[in-house]
């Protein structure tokens, strides 16, 4: 009788060439599926430290902030007025004929999207580097 239960399976799956090839296939499943359910456990602790919101730039981690600055303003202008238009700033694509005349709430809005857009506005800091 051999030593180790390794080697009598071994020497059992040597004569079921079907049963040694189900059992190198079931051993390969068993591993992706373990690797998607830690990626899974994964989701799901980033979802509950989280809570589930999408953070805004001033939450954002400095060096996160200054990425999304340095990648705004490398985005080819073509680009910039898709996304503009897809978050919602399609209707002021033309300028308003007095700005004095609008509420503040769209005056607001016009400046930031002159800002965005990128048309002789700087960006103000950004809000990890400003000091109080």
């Given at each position: 009788m051999e030593s180790s239960a390794f080697s009598r399976v071994r020497s059992l799956l040597r004569y079921a060439r079907p049963a040694q090839v189900t059992a190198i296939l079931?051993?390969?499943?068993?591993?992706?599926?373990?690797?998607?359910?830690?990626?899974l456990l994964a989701l799901f602790v980033d979802l509950l430290v989280s809570?589930?919101?999408?953070?805004?730039?001033?939450?954002?981690?400095?060096?996160?902030?200054?990425?999304v600055v340095?990648?705004?303003?490398?985005?080819?202008p073509e680009d910039k007025?898709?996304?503009?238009?897809?978050?919602?700033f399609g209707d002021l694509q033309t300028p308003p004929e007095k700005m004095e005349a609008l509420?503040?709430?769209?005056?607001a809005r016009w400046r930031l999207f002159q800002v965005l857009k990128g048309?002789?506005?700087d960006f103000p800091p950004v809000p990890g580097n400003a000091s109080a």
């Open positions: 079931c051993g390969v499943a068993t591993a992706l599926l373990y690797a998607l359910l830690v990626l809570r589930g919101r999408i953070p805004n730039f001033a939450q954002l981690p400095v060096h996160e902030q200054q990425a340095r990648d705004w303003e490398a985005m080819p007025s898709r996304a503009l238009q897809h978050v919602g509420p503040a709430d769209q005056q048309e002789g506005f």
